[in-house]
C-alpha cells in the first residue's frame, strides 16, 4: 500500500504546454532585464570610479546607459502588459470576476491599442524626420535612430500585444470561459 501511494497521480485532463512555456519566457525575460539594469549599474560605476579617482571620463557612458535603460523600459511595458501586472491594468479587474472582468479587460485592450497605436504612429514620423536630418548622438556618434527606435518598437510591441489580448479577451467573454492570466 505505501509503495502505490508515493506514485504521483497522473490527470486525466490535457493541459495545454503553452502557459507554461509563456511563464518560462516571462521568467527568461525578467531575468534578462534585470541582468542589463545590473550591466547599467556596472557602467556607471565603472563611470565613477574612472571619473573621480582618475580624472578620465569615458565618452559617451552616461548616453549609453541611458539609451539601454529606454529600451529596457519599453521591452518591460511590453512584458507588464502581457502579465497585466502593472497597477493601473489590474486594480479594478483583481476585484472583479466572471463576465465583469473580462469586460473590464476588454476596455483595457482598445484603450491600450488606440493610445499605443498613435504612440507608434508619432513615433514613426519623429524618426522618419530625425532619420532625414542625419542626427548622431553627441558622445557615442551613434545614428538618433537607434535610441528613438526604442519607443518605436516599444509601442508597436504594446499596440500588437494589446490586439491578441483583445481578441483572446472578446473570445473568453463570448464563451463565458473562467478568466485566465499568464503567470511569471
Known sequence: MAAAESQPVRS??????LPRFSGAVMGVLHTALGVILLFVVLVNFVNAVSRYLFGISPVGADELMVYIVIWTVMIAAIVSLILRSHINVNLLPFYTSGRARHVLHIIHDAAAILACGYATYASWLFIG?????GVTSMGLGIPMTIPHAALLVGFAGLTVTGAIMLIRDVLAFARNAPHAEVKS
Not at 486525466?12 to 504546454?17: A, C, E, K, P, V
Not at 524626420?129 to 536630418?133: A, D, E, G, K, T
Request: aromatic letters at 0%.
Open 12 to 17: 486525466t485532463t490535457r493541459s495545454s504546454g
Open 129 to 133: 524626420r530625425i532619420s532625414r536630418l
